[in-house]
């Protein structure tokens, strides 16, 4: 049958789309299987019923940094927090019913930087959660070591790609150790 | 094939701001986050992006008067103007700022003048020219989805 009005898309928009899609499925699953099939260990065993999806902390004091980041997470099906202060994210984890899994993390912020704050996390939470993914624009080695020391999962180049932003998750995901 | 003559000259125009070097690939992400929730996504951050940084614009002019010159402190805006100005792919705004923050490095006090002069032209273009394509977009109304073959 020959169609008259055929649309053959070459727009590249279409394509990213469907790969985001995809990958925002993987994502869900991975969460599906991680979190769901273990115990609870503590925390309340509603909250993954209740969870719609990754829960994530964004901490960037750039506001159009954070609006880019926050709408590139939620496509890929998260439920973000942001704050703008390297305080206002120590202090969300205070608060015992704010389990957050991922931590996106800039490291160039002032007052205190990304390195202070992921090391407190740390001490916070000595557990594998939440996992710290790190922004930067920087393109020093020594920035990735330093990272590992402290203990962040995973190191992303600013500015975060879609795609980039999709596998890093994925992949510390799926290497994480259940809770 | 685009059908409506609106919709291509938008895209006429949006090719040609990648051609020129206006923007870059950044810019194709914030179209990619831009969907039924956020239908204007792509305008309300570059709308926040030329409201912010019009405030870093004018503490760089005030830091540039001031003797004696700071680098440091003139390097730290800098840097803060060139990761928004990254996120919306504002391609040669991002390479006057690459170019300021060089100067700040060996101590260039004429080179750091010279380069935001530039820059303020570059950003004020792109501002332009980025009004020009919403407001042809606002006028050109929201696009067919494409029918494909079942």
């Known amino acids: ?179 | 094939m685009e059908r409506n003559p609106l919709r291509r000259q938008l895209q006429m125009m949006r090719k040609s701001f990648f051609d020129q070097g206006y923007l870059d690939d950044q810019f194709v992400q914030l179209e990619e986050l831009q969907d039924e929730a956020n239908p204007n996504f792509v305008e309300e951050v570059v709308t926040l992006y030329y409201r912010d940084s019009s405030r870093l614009i004018l503490s760089i002019e005030q830091a540039l008067e001031r003797k004696p010159f700071d680098f440091n402190k003139l390097d730290a805006y800098m840097h803060q103007f060139k990761g928004s100005s990254s996120s919306i792919g504002a391609k040669k705004v991002k390479a006057e700022s690459t170019l300021f923050r060089e100067y700040c490095k060996s101590g260039n006090k004429e080179g750091c003048m010279r380069c935001f002069q530039q820059l303020k032209k570059e950003y004020a273009t792109l501002r332009k020219k980025l009004e020009a394509y919403f407001q042809l977009a606002r006028q050109a109304g929201p696009m067919e989805t494409a029918c494909r073959p079942k």
């Open chain 1, 1 to 179: 049958m020959i169609q008259e009005n055929v649309w053959i898309s070459t727009n590249s928009l279409d394509f990213a789309q469907s790969m985001t899609l995809l990958l925002r499925f993987q994502i869900q699953s991975y969460i599906q299987r991680t979190m769901y099939s273990h115990g609870t260990s503590g925390e309340q065993s509603n909250y993954y019923s209740r969870s719609r999806g990754l829960r994530v902390l964004l901490v960037d004091d750039d506001e159009i940094n954070r609006m880019v980041t926050k709408k590139m997470l939620e496509k890929l099906g998260c439920e973000v927090t942001a704050v703008s202060t390297g305080f206002e994210c120590l202090s969300a984890f205070s608060h015992a019913e704010n389990s957050f899994r991922v931590v996106v993390l800039d490291l160039h912020m002032p007052e205190i930087y990304g390195f202070e704050v992921a090391t407190r996390i740390r001490k916070f939470r000595s557990c594998n959660w939440p996992l710290i993914i790190a922004l930067t624009a920087s393109t020093e080695d020594n920035v990735q070591k330093r990272c590992v020391q402290i203990g962040m999962n995973a190191v992303l180049q600013k500015p975060v790609l879609l795609q980039a932003m999709a596998a890093e998750l994925q992949r510390i995901l799926h290497r994480a150790k259940p809770l």
